[in-house]
């Protein structure tokens, strides 16, 4: 994944500009850069490894390096070395995307054999954002490139366009990455997270459409491209990305959380536990929406250790993932032991967490472990994001059951799919069993789209139940 944000200004950007991007930190880990235009020095970049730090701990230090700066784009990057100054027939700018080509050496290929090149290497494969560059570039003007873009990459990509005239903010064509306007006296910001507002006095002004594009000065914004009629913004920013504080086409990330969480408990009626807990950070609000609607006390059974332990879920590496996962939780052994407890967690992709989790719990004396899971399971891997580290469907923990059962892992896969068929319930007791749990239930689909309040067909819910409406 990744988040970026942008703004600019009639005074100085810098500070907005190092703190919003700041808050973009929990949806990404691998890299992040910063640009900047003055009239005095034009463009200025820094891009930093951010795997084994902080952002701010990076960036702090060299902030001087931007005085002057009356605009700016940021970026948390899970992919490439961010942001790419290009400099071409539609002027001087700085980009950076959030973004997942799935036709990537397709397009190498084409745009080689027309004898472009690529400088920016990221781990010796061409940089995805120059790549998006340059096909932005084949256009006569920006709205005319970004529509090419479009046209031509297969998966998503939203992205943010820093000029001498102000900054682009384009929203991916069918929408699945959030972007968001904010506003404050004297200055204009964009987002993919409005968690990025509050501290620094912004409001939101305005979400970004499906394929929008709006131009922003420091004296408003303007749309130079018309949003799209269709939509598909990914659910799981709503179960597991997004942070609790956030609003995504005008709804927010932890009521949204509450009411998946509140579901599952009105429909636990022949579960007994003494509390419910949810496993830190993404799955309290499940728990708290759990308790309200089962009825039962919500209490802090296991802590996550938040002064130097990052998110578990967005390193490349799975070992790395495993080191992050144990280490960042802490039981509390005299709230454990001896009692029934309900777990509420986002979701079960592989399992390798939770199988440490459930071993940890019942290690400090917990009679009963019973999960809950927010959204169905994970049947199909993402075609549109780079929302996990997962490389292929068999890495997720149902594939290799119905692979088991079926012989090979894409066969009957609706039949998984459907809550109520003898197969789903045959492969949600397999999970159980696999991790040693007194019960274990998950939400649905219906539950989902539900909760988060818009038609199904604008909810991108591929990876639970197979579908593309586009």
Aim: some cysteine; overall charge neutral.
């Amino acid at each position: 994944m990744g988040g970026f944000f942008g703004t600019i200004a009639k005074q100085s950007c810098v500070a907005d500009l190092f703190y919003g991007t700041d808050y973009n930190s929990h949806l990404g880990t691998k890299r992040a850069g910063m640009a900047t235009y003055s009239k005095e020095k034009g463009m200025t970049r820094s891009i930093h490894n951010i795997e084994g730090a902080y952002f701010r701990s990076k960036f702090e230090a060299g902030l001087g390096k931007f005085d002057g700066a009356t605009s700016g784009i940021g970026i948390i990057s899970d992919t490439d070395a961010q942001p790419i100054i290009v400099n071409s027939h539609l002027g001087r700018f700085a980009i950076v995307t959030v973004a997942r080509l799935d036709n990537m050496d397709e397009l190498e290929r084409e745009m080689l054999s027309k004898n472009y090149h690529f400088t920016e290497l990221s781990s010796g494969k061409t940089n995805q954002t120059e790549l998006i560059a340059t096909l932005i570039c084949e256009g006569k003007t920006i709205e005319e490139g970004v529509e090419n873009m479009f046209n031509k990459i297969k998966g998503s990509c939203s992205l943010l366009l820093l000029t001498e005239s102000g900054i682009y903010a384009v929203r991916d064509k069918l929408g699945r990455t959030p972007v968001i306007l904010g506003k404050k006296d004297g200055a204009y910001a964009v987002s993919s997270e409005s968690n990025a507002f509050p501290n620094l006095d912004y409001e939101i002004d305005y979400y970004v459409g499906p394929g929008e594009i709006v131009h922003l000065t420091a004296d408003g914004w303007k749309q130079i491209r018309k949003p799209g009629s269709k939509m598909q913004v990914c659910s799981f920013f709503w179960v597991y990305f997004g942070f609790p504080c956030c609003d995504y086409e005008g709804i927010n990330v932890d009521i949204v959380r509450n009411a998946l969480g509140e579901a599952l408990g009105k429909a636990d009626t022949d579960t007994d536990a003494d509390f419910v807990c949810g496993v830190p950070d993404s799955g309290v609000g499940h728990a708290i929406g759990y308790a309200i609607g089962r009825g039962i006390p919500y209490k802090r059974g296991i802590l996550k250790y938040t002064p130097t332990w990052p998110r578990s879920f967005t390193p490349s590496q799975q070992s790395v993932r495993n080191l992050v996962a144990k280490m960042k939780l802490l039981p509390n052994k005299q709230m454990l032991e001896g009692k029934r407890v309900v777990f509420l967690d986002d979701s079960i992709v592989r399992g390798t967490q939770l199988r440490g989790n459930v071993d940890m719990v019942y290690k400090y004396g917990a009679k009963e472990v019973h999960m809950r899971i927010a959204c169905p399971p994970l049947i199909y891997s993402c075609r549109y994001l780079n929302f996990s580290a997962t490389q292929n469907d068999l890495e997720l923990i149902t594939r290799s059951l119905i692979e088991k059962y079926e012989g090979q892992h894409d066969k009957n896969l609706q039949e998984y799919v459907d809550p109520t068929s003898e197969k789903h319930k045959r492969m949600v007791d397999d999970i159980r069993k696999h991790f040693g749990l007194t019960t274990l239930k998950f939400n649905t689909v219906e539950a989902l789209v539900e909760a988060i309040g818009l038609p199904k067909e604008q909810i991108c819910t591929h990876c639970f139940d197979g579908s593309s409406y586009f």
